[in-house]
Structure formats: structure tokens, C-alpha cells
């Protein structure tokens, strides 16, 4: 809601006018190991049995009048869930592991802490944030070697298959070479056949010589015959061997392109079977990693900052929404750590019955405290809300981190988490909705004005000493100023 649309503060109610719907809660002692303030919640409804404000307390429209923190109408009494919260906001998937921009979603809601806060230094030593950031490494190292593994052997099989193209074709050309090396052989082992049997038939010195060798002609035509006859088988014999030789060497270098394409197969099938234990590698980390990241959003948000009991989820929560209404109402100069001191001293940032936010801010375990029925040091509220907000159909409970009652809720609630839900369960919602009923009080800058706005949340000196203390604790810290405009 725009600033200028923003109700005005009402007039100061009369004895019987309806009772303020704004709670208060005094802190009265500390409440386990945390130190999470014992807080009395009571009520406004001026009745007779009830004390007068006290009369340094200042008029305030808005806010309640409370006994003092010493009062003997006040007990120690921490706030209990009685009776079942409602719950506003319907669970958000934070199984989905989705892209964010600056601590937001695609529409708009917040999934984690803005990225303004990204170098506030957090607690790590035996962290869940430091274990999941460890479980998030290994998985991401799983990955990136699984992807270089699927990468080199899918290179790998391209090389073989370049390979075993080019043997592909060289066992063709030796299919064909040993087929004509053995044709030529066949044919020359053929020819010195043929020649050994002529030789043998027209021998001349096999011949019977028909008369006398008397005739010197003749016998140089048969000596000359013979030599030509071993001669050719000679040369017969010599081309039988080269012939032979050759196909040898063919079938040699054949049966070395047979077992370089037999290594070659083997290898692919070695490479096929690595390849498809890294793609199983590769999209069993794949699916591991959105869970991964998951649960480091989750621990991040859930780890405190260093030096402080400052939840991540929560200090993005306050921050927010002090730069929220940096840009709607500049002039009230709100600081996030005032939010982070009151939200410390109403639910220890929501996490006083053992839950805490989680990244979108929704509470794990609803907040609500005391029944407003006049008892236990607590004055009368009636019921105002159904009991939609606090789960009481007989009287009003403060409600969520911040603690309100349903009639102020209603009055100032805010969506802080962009839902497009008020859910006083939420602490983005929580803290914006604080930050407004603070920024009604004036000017936050001056001591003046804060200690004013402050006691305008909770009418008690002590709470307004508190919050303030612990809010100077928190300004200490390392966290980014929120941007502010002129007004």
C-alpha cells in the first residue's frame, strides 16, 4: 500500500470505545538457552479491574497502554501454542530448484536472501551451510568430470570411426591385392608347369638321334634349343618365386590391417561401454545438484550471521523491508536493525517454539501466544478475527515473528514476500508490516523518534531500553546499509 494511501493513525479511544486490536508484550526474564525473552502478552481493553496507563506514558493513538515491567500484575510467562495456528500461506514447492533474481523467483516471490547481502560474512565452523556447501562441491566435481569423461570419448569414438574408415577401405584394397597377387602366381605357377613339360618332351637329348652327329648345324640348333628351354624354366621359377613373395607380403600386410581393425573394434567397444558409465555418472550428479543447491539456499538462509543470533532468512527479512520503505516513505528513515532488535525481543526472529523461517520466510513451526483473556497478567481482548489469524474463536492471541494482534494485523498487514498473501506467519510479511506501524510513529533517524516509535509497539520503558540496545548490537555488524532517498 502507497504511503499516501496509508490510514491515519485513529483518535485516542474512549473508556468504552472497542477495545485496540494492537497487543503488547512485556519482557519479563529470559527463556531457555538462547535467552528468548519470557513475554506476557496483554491487552488494551480498558476495564475497571484493569490498572490505568501510567502516567508518564506518552498518548499514543495506535498503540496499547501496559502495566510497567515490575508490575505485580504481570507473571513469567512464556507463550504457548494452545490451540492449532491457521496457516495463511500454502506451502511453497522448495523442491523446485528454479533461477532467482536477487533472492526472487520469476514471479516475484522471494525464494532466498537478496543479493545485496551476499558478502555478509556468516557462522561456519561445523555449519549445515558449510556441510551443504561441501555435499554441493563434490556433486558439481562429479559432474564436470563426468561431462570431461563424456566429452573425450565421444572425441575418442570420432577418432576410431575416422579410423576405422580409412581401414575400412585399406582391407578392401588388400582383399583386392591378394586376390590379383594370387591370380599372378596361379598363372606363373601355371607357366613353369607348362614349361617343365615341354622341356621334358622336346628335350634333344632325349631324342634318338637318326644317324650319325655328323651334322654340326644340327647339333647347335639342339644344344641352343635346350639352353633356351632351361632358360625359360629358370625364368619361370624366378617369377613363380617374386610371385609368391608378393602375395606373401600382401597377406602379411593384410593380416596386420585385420588385427589394427580388431583393435580398433575393441577399443570402440571399451570407449562405448566408458561412455555410457560417464553419461549414468553424469545425469545421476545432474540430478543430484538441484537438491544440492537446494539445501545450500536452505542452510544459508537458516545460518546465522557471524558475530550475532542473526538468522540469514531473518536479517534479509529486516533488510528488506527498511529499503521497502526507503522508496515508499523515504522521510521515515527506518534501519533494518531496528526491526531485527524488535523482532528479536517478540519471537527470537520466529524461532521461539523451536521453528525458523525457511527461505521464503514462512515460519516451520506458527507463533501464537498468550489467550487475551485476562488472566495471567494479560488484559481482555474478545475475539475480533474468527480466529482465522490466531486459531481462537474466544479471544484474540498475538499472532507471527512480530507479534500482532489480528485487529492491528488487519489494519497494517503487508505483503513483504510478494505472494500476494498478508501471513502474519511470514517473516518477509512480519517485517514489513512492522516497519509500517513503526514508520506511522515519524522519523527513525533521532533517538527521540525511535524510543517514540518503539514504546508506540510495546508501552513498556524496559522493552524500549532493550530493543534499542540490542538494535545498536546488531547495527554493528557487517551488513550493507539499505539505500536511501531523499524525503
Given at each position: 500500500?502507497?504511503?499516501?494511501?496509508?490510514?491515519?493513525?485513529?483518535?485516542?479511544p474512549?473508556?468504552?470505545?472497542?477495545?485496540?486490536?494492537?497487543?503488547?508484550?512485556?519482557?519479563?526474564?529470559a527463556l531457555?538457552?538462547?535467552?528468548?525473552?519470557?513475554?506476557?502478552?496483554?491487552?488494551?481493553?480498558?476495564?475497571?479491574?484493569?490498572?490505568p496507563?501510567?502516567?508518564?506514558?506518552?498518548?499514543?493513538?495506535?498503540?496499547?497502554?501496559?502495566?510497567?515491567?515490575?508490575?505485580?500484575?504481570?507473571?513469567?510467562?512464556p507463550?504457548?501454542?494452545?490451540?492449532?495456528?491457521?496457516?495463511?500461506?500454502?506451502?511453497?514447492?522448495?523442491?523446485?530448484?528454479?533461477?532467482?533474481?536477487?533472492?526472487?523467483?520469476a514471479?516475484?516471490?522471494?525464494?532466498?536472501?537478496?543479493?545485496?547481502?551476499?558478502?555478509?560474512?556468516?557462522?561456519?565452523?561445523?555449519?549445515?551451510?558449510?556441510?551443504?556447501?561441501?555435499?554441493?562441491?563434490?556433486?558439481?566435481?562429479?559432474?564436470?568430470?563426468?561431462?570431461?569423461?563424456?566429452?573425450?570419448?565421444?572425441?575418442?569414438?570420432?577418432?576410431?570411426?575416422?579410423?576405422?574408415?580409412?581401414?575400412?577401405?585399406?582391407?578392401?584394397?588388400?582383399v583386392?591385392?591378394?586376390?590379383?597377387?594370387?591370380?599372378?602366381?596361379?598363372?606363373?605357377?601355371?607357366?613353369?608347369?607348362?614349361?617343365?613339360?615341354r622341356?621334358?618332351?622336346?628335350?634333344?637329348?632325349?631324342?634318338?638321334?637318326?644317324?650319325?652327329?655328323t651334322?654340326?648345324?644340327?647339333?647347335v640348333?639342339?644344344?641352343?634349343?635346350?639352353?633356351?628351354?632351361?632358360?625359360?624354366v629358370?625364368?619361370?621359377?624366378?617369377?613363380?618365386?617374386?610371385?609368391?613373395?608378393?602375395?606373401?607380403?600382401?597377406?602379411?600386410?593384410?593380416?596386420?590391417?585385420?588385427?589394427q581393425?580388431?583393435?580398433?573394434?575393441?577399443?570402440?567397444?571399451?570407449?562405448?561401454?566408458?561412455?555410457?558409465?560417464?553419461?549414468r555418472?553424469?545425469?545421476?550428479?545432474?540430478?543430484?545438484?538441484?537438491?544440492?543447491?537446494?539445501?545450500?539456499?536452505?542452510?544459508r538462509?537458516?545460518?546465522?550471521?557471524?558475530g550475532?543470533d542473526?538468522?540469514?532468512?531473518?536479517?534479509?527479512?529486516?533488510?528488506?523491508?527498511?529499503?521497502?520503505?526507503a522508496?515508499?516513505?523515504?522521510?521515515?528513515?527506518?534501519?533494518?536493525?531496528?526491526?531485527?532488535?524488535?523482532?528479536?525481543?517478540?519471537?527470537?526472529?520466529?524461532?521461539?517454539?523451536?521453528?525458523?523461517?525457511?527461505?521464503?520466510?514462512?515460519?516451520?513451526?506458527?507463533?501464537?501466544?498468550?489467550?487475551?483473556?485476562?488472566?495471567?497478567?494479560?488484559?481482555?481482548?474478545g475475539?475480533?478475527?474468527?480466529?482465522?489469524f490466531d486459531?481462537?474463536?474466544f479471544?484474540?492471541?498475538?499472532?507471527g515473528?512480530?507479534?500482532?494482534?489480528?485487529?492491528?494485523?488487519?489494519?497494517?498487514?503487508?505483503?513483504?514476500?510478494?505472494?500476494?498473501?498478508?501471513d502474519?506467519?511470514?517473516?518477509y510479511?512480519?517485517?514489513?508490516?512492522?516497519?509500517?506501524?513503526?514508520?506511522?510513529?515519524?522519523?527513525l533517524?533521532?533517538?527521540?523518534?525511535?524510543?517514540?516509535?518503539?514504546?508506540?509497539?510495546?508501552?513498556s520503558?524496559?522493552?524500549?531500553?532493550?530493543?534499542?540496545?540490542?538494535?545498536?548490537t546488531?547495527?554493528?555488524?557487517?551488513?550493507?546499509?539499505?539505500?536511501?532517498?531523499?524525503?
Amino acid at each position: 500500500m502507497p504511503p499516501a494511501l496509508l490510514p491515519p493513525a485513529p483518535a485516542a479511544p474512549p473508556a468504552s470505545a472497542a477495545p485496540p486490536s494492537r497487543r503488547r508484550l512485556v519482557a519479563v526474564g529470559a527463556l531457555g538457552a538462547v535467552g528468548v525473552l519470557g513475554l506476557v502478552a496483554v491487552a488494551a481493553h480498558p476495564v475497571a479491574a484493569q490498572p490505568p496507563a501510567p502516567a508518564s506514558a506518552p498518548a499514543d493513538p495506535g498503540a496499547t497502554t501496559v502495566p510497567g515491567p515490575t508490575s505485580s500484575t504481570t507473571t513469567t510467562v512464556p507463550l504457548r501454542p494452545v490451540l492449532p495456528v491457521p496457516i495463511l500461506t500454502p506451502p511453497l514447492d522448495l523442491s523446485v530448484d528454479v533461477e532467482l533474481t536477487d533472492g526472487r523467483d520469476a514471479e516475484g516471490l522471494v525464494r532466498g536472501p537478496s543479493d545485496a547481502l551476499a558478502e555478509v560474512p556468516l557462522e561456519s565452523d561445523g555449519s549445515a551451510y558449510e556441510a551443504a556447501l561441501e555435499a554441493r562441491g563434490a556433486i558439481e566435481s562429479e559432474l564436470a568430470g563426468a561431462t570431461d569423461r563424456i566429452t573425450a570419448a565421444q572425441e575418442r569414438l570420432a577418432t576410431l570411426a575416422a579410423g576405422q574408415e580409412s581401414l575400412d577401405a585399406a582391407v578392401r584394397r588388400s582383399v583386392l591385392r591378394v586376390a590379383k597377387l594370387t591370380r599372378i602366381r596361379d598363372r606363373a605357377a601355371a607357366e613353369l608347369r607348362s614349361l617343365g613339360v615341354r622341356r621334358y618332351v622336346d628335350d634333344p637329348t632325349e631324342r634318338e638321334l637318326a644317324g650319325p652327329l655328323t651334322d654340326p648345324r644340327t647339333v647347335v640348333e639342339d644344344a641352343h634349343e635346350s639352353f633356351l628351354a632351361v632358360e625359360a624354366v629358370g625364368r619361370g621359377r624366378r617369377g613363380l618365386a617374386a610371385a609368391q613373395r608378393a602375395l606373401d607380403e600382401a597377406l602379411e600386410r593384410s593380416a596386420r590391417t585385420g588385427q589394427q581393425v580388431r583393435d580398433v573394434e575393441a577399443e570402440t567397444r571399451t570407449t562405448q561401454a566408458a561412455l555410457k558409465v560417464a553419461i549414468r555418472d553424469r545425469d545421476r550428479a545432474a540430478a543430484a545438484l538441484p537438491p544440492a543447491r537446494r539445501e545450500v539456499r536452505r542452510a544459508r538462509a537458516a545460518t546465522v550471521v557471524a558475530g550475532s543470533d542473526l538468522p540469514l532468512v531473518a536479517l534479509d527479512a529486516y533488510w528488506r523491508a527498511a529499503a521497502r520503505m526507503a522508496e515508499e516513505r523515504p522521510s521515515c528513515r527506518i534501519e533494518w536493525w531496528l526491526l531485527a532488535a524488535v523482532g528479536r525481543s517478540e519471537s527470537n526472529h520466529g524461532r521461539i517454539f523451536g521453528g525458523a523461517p525457511d527461505p521464503s520466510g514462512r515460519v516451520t513451526v506458527p507463533i501464537a501466544g498468550l489467550p487475551l483473556d485476562g488472566t495471567r497478567g494479560t488484559r481482555f481482548i474478545g475475539d475480533t478475527d474468527g480466529g482465522r489469524f490466531d486459531g481462537d474463536p474466544f479471544v484474540d492471541r498475538a499472532v507471527g515473528t512480530m507479534q500482532f494482534i489480528p485487529g492491528t494485523w488487519r489494519r497494517w498487514q503487508r505483503d513483504g514476500s510478494g505472494d500476494g498473501i498478508n501471513d502474519p506467519q511470514n517473516i518477509y510479511d512480519g517485517a514489513l508490516t512492522a516497519a509500517v506501524y513503526l514508520c506511522n510513529s515519524g522519523p527513525l533517524d533521532v533517538e527521540e523518534g525511535l524510543r517514540r516509535a518503539v514504546f508506540a509497539y510495546n508501552r513498556s520503558n524496559a522493552y524500549v531500553d532493550l530493543v534499542l540496545a540490542r538494535g545498536r548490537t546488531y547495527a554493528a555488524l557487517a551488513v550493507p546499509a539499505t539505500p536511501r532517498r531523499s524525503g
